[in-house]
């Protein structure tokens, strides 16, 4: 059984670039959640993706977007980049959603993003 | 809305010490606690976790107690190890809930 699986490790983008972000999710699961975790601080919940349908959002702009695709795994993008944007990027997969909330999620290793 | 307070760190500890880590909650209904922790450049490993009141998780020696009527589910460890060093983040999701809300986490130093 494979984890989840994150790409690229790292990233180095100026401000006004677009990026994108990859997940691929555990075997068997059908969710995925992305998050933000800047320096020193605890991740926070950008939005999920149950069955390829956007499930839940935090306080971000519209110009953080996503997908998920058939076989569960999913795409973060980010146009118009900021300074702050720069943070490790975090995805979890998890079995569930919907209206019943997902069980358990287990993260990936993440993406440091850096924006100058 | 819900939100998690952690105690602040940096925690020095020496080996073999007791560790506690306490975690406290806001919200509505009947919340699932999680802790989870990290390790230098890594993502966040699942530690524990307790889905209702007065449920004790446990794993690899850390137990935490879901406790309702003090909105509390601190962490601890009888006799830390060197290899416990890394920052550990008390979490919750709620009743009808997706998304994970995360205290600000405790960064625990173990010295040999």
């Known amino acids: 059984e494979t984890g989840v699986t994150q790409s690229p490790t790292h990233l180095i983008k100026t401000r006004g670039q677009q990026v994108t972000l990859r997940c691929s999710s555990q075997?068997?699961?059908?969710?995925v959640s992305w998050y933000q975790q800047a320096l020193g601080q605890g991740p926070q919940f950008i939005f999920q993706?149950?069955?390829?349908?956007?499930?839940g959002r935090g306080n971000f702009p519209p110009r953080f977007s996503g997908l998920q695709f058939p076989n569960y795994s999913s795409e973060l993008n980010v146009n118009a980049l900021e300074l702050d944007d720069s943070a490790l990027y975090l995805c979890?997969?998890?079995?569930?959603?919907?209206?019943?909330?997902?069980?358990?999620?287990?993260f990936g290793p993440g993406t440091r993003l850096t924006v100058l | 809305g819900n939100s998690v307070t952690q105690m602040e760190g940096p925690v020095t500890l020496s080996e073999e010490a007791f560790l506690t880590i306490n975690c406290t909650y806001t919200?509505?209904?009947?919340?699932?606690l999680f802790w989870y922790v990290q390790y230098p450049g890594e993502g966040l490993q699942l530690l524990l976790k307790?889905?209702?009141?007065?449920d004790k998780g446990s794993n690899k020696g850390f137990e935490a107690t879901y406790r309702k009527e003090t909105t509390s589910f601190h962490l601890e460890k009888g006799s830390v190890q060197v290899s416990d060093s890394a920052v550990y983040f008390c979490?919750?999701?709620?009743?009808?809930?997706?998304?994970?809300?995360f205290g600000g986490g405790t960064r625990v130093l173990v010295k040999p």
């Open positions: 979890a997969s998890s079995l569930g959603g919907g209206i019943s909330g997902a069980d358990t999620q287990y």
């Open positions: 075997s068997g699961h059908n969710t």
């Open positions: 993706y149950y069955r390829e349908e956007e499930n």
């Open positions: 919200a509505t209904g009947y919340p699932s």
């Open positions: 307790a889905t209702k009141a007065d």
């Open positions: 979490a919750l999701r709620g009743a009808a809930g997706n998304k994970l809300t």
